[in-house]
């Protein structure tokens, strides 16, 4: 499974952005999707996950409100809605699947395979 992580850019704190990731290759093996981010000097935490079938959501604490995570199934795609930003979410956002049913659904080392990462920079 390859994954192209898109539609990071600077905005202003309050503003929104919608990520975009694109899965190709053996993508049926995929059970789900997340979204993870890494800010410098900071590990990479978990933001956002969702299962393939769309049933199963979870958010972090610090973006549950402000965050939607998305996905179309015939595009191979999951989104991530991202609304009232604030300085702190400035990071480099990475996408990830998972095609192991993982149950630590916020550790990164349970998922599989990753983007290449997208700079997401909120100016105060």
């Known amino acids: 499974v390859q994954l192209q992580a898109s539609g990071g850019g600077l905005v202003q704190a309050g503003n929104s952005l919608r990520l975009s990731c694109a899965a190709s290759?053996?993508?049926?093996?995929?059970?789900?999707m997340a979204w993870f981010r890494q800010a410098p000097g900071k590990e990479r935490e978990f933001v956002a996950r969702?299962?393939?079938?769309?049933?199963?959501?979870f958010y972090a604490d610090s973006v549950k409100g402000r965050f939607t995570i998305s996905r179309e199934n015939a595009k191979d795609t999951a989104y991530l809605q991202m609304n009232s930003l604030k300085p702190e979410d400035t990071a480099v956002y990475y996408c990830?699947?998972?095609?192991?049913?993982?149950?630590?659904?916020?550790?990164?080392?349970?998922?599989?395979?990753w983007g290449q990462g997208t700079q997401v920079t909120v100016s105060s």
């Open positions: 990830a699947a998972d095609v192991d049913y993982s149950i630590l659904v916020t550790v990164a080392r349970e998922y599989d395979y």
């Open positions: 290759g053996r993508t049926y093996t995929m059970r789900a």
């Open positions: 969702i299962s393939w079938g769309g049933m199963r959501i």
